[in-house]
Nanobody, 121 residues
Framework: QVQLVESGGGLVQAGGSLRLSCAAS????????MGWYRQAPGKQRELVAT???????NYADSVKGRFTNSRDNAKNTVYLQMNSLKPEDTAVYYC???????????????WGQGTQVTVSS
């Protein structure tokens, strides 16, 4: 079993900053990719950013230059630093991880419970 536990959401004014954290624990052999998706009301879940095990990070065009996704591999943790926040960034943010488990090295995708980010104008 693998668990992802998120923290750091909240309410912030436009132009402000927030940092999300997500720690993975459990039967982890290796984390292949780790990052964030978000879902706004009435919209589909979309990629925000993911970082592969080699350090390459993929960002949504809408957050490039404002958000930074980083991993602490020793802690199995990923951070999303969000700067210059806009009202359109308001959404539930979900931590995502692609993990090889210790059980037969099976590869699975895991999701956190979600954390609300609200940006007021």
């Amino acid at each position: 079993q693998v668990q992802l536990v998120e923290s750091g959401g909240g309410l912030v004014q436009a132009g402000g900053s927030l940092r999300l954290s997500c720690a993975a624990s459990g039967s982890i052999f290796a984390i292949n990719a780790m990052g964030w998706y978000r879902q706004a009301p009435g919209k589909q879940r979309e990629l925000v950013a993911t970082t592969a095990s080699d350090g390459n990070t993929n960002y949504a065009d809408s957050v490039k230059g404002r958000f930074t996704n980083s991993r602490d591999n020793a802690k199995n943790t990923v951070y999303l630093q969000m700067n210059s926040l806009k009202p359109e960034d308001t959404a539930v943010y979900y931590c995502y991880a692609n993990i090889d488990t210790t059980f037969l090295r099976r590869r699975n995708e895991y999701w956190g419970q979600g954390t609300q980010v609200t940006v007021s104008s």
